[in-house]
């Protein structure tokens, strides 16, 4: 009479049963309900399928900015005839101007505005 082995089956043997069911699974639920997943789930199966899945979610470009307008200009100064437009940060010659002599006594007349309006 043989003896029945009692050894328990190996590591690998148990992950190829497991896979192949996962497979048989996966492919009765695909052939059966496939038509009834959107367009971009489809498209996400194909994906899958072919082998170009990745981990991380799939990132769509995103279209070009249009170009910029020129803006008018909000402030000069009226030594250098520099302008800003008032968006973005604070060109440095508006800055160091901030500190001078002139700033100070255009300021006097004008205590609620930081910078010189544009003309115009």
């Given at each position: 009479?043989?003896?029945?082995?009692?050894a328990?089956?190996?590591?690998?043997?148990?992950l190829?049963?497991?896979?192949?069911?996962a497979?048989e699974r996966?492919?009765?639920?695909?052939?059966?309900?496939y038509a009834?997943?959107?367009?971009e789930?489809?498209?996400?199966?194909?994906?899958?399928?072919?082998g170009?899945a990745?981990?991380s979610p799939v990132?769509?470009?995103?279209?070009a900015k249009a170009p910029g307008?020129?803006l008018?200009?909000?402030y000069?100064?009226?030594h250098?005839?520099e302008?800003?437009?008032g968006r973005g940060?604070i060109p440095?010659s508006?800055?160091?101007?901030?500190?001078?002599?002139?700033?100070?006594e255009?300021?006097k007349?004008?205590?609620?505005e930081?910078?010189?309006?544009?003309?115009?």
């Amino acid at each position: 009479m043989p003896r029945k082995s009692s050894a328990a089956p190996s590591p690998q043997a148990v992950l190829r049963a497991a896979t192949k069911e996962a497979y048989e699974r996966v492919t009765v639920l695909l052939n059966a309900s496939y038509a009834d997943f959107s367009p971009e789930q489809q498209r996400r199966i194909r994906a899958l399928v072919a082998g170009e899945a990745s981990t991380s979610p799939v990132k769509r470009a995103k279209p070009a900015k249009a170009p910029g307008q020129e803006l008018p200009p909000r402030y000069w100064l009226p030594h250098s005839q520099e302008t800003w437009s008032g968006r973005g940060r604070i060109p440095q010659s508006f800055l160091a101007w901030e500190g001078t002599v002139a700033h100070t006594e255009w300021k006097k007349h004008h205590p609620d505005e930081r910078f010189p309006a544009f003309p115009g």
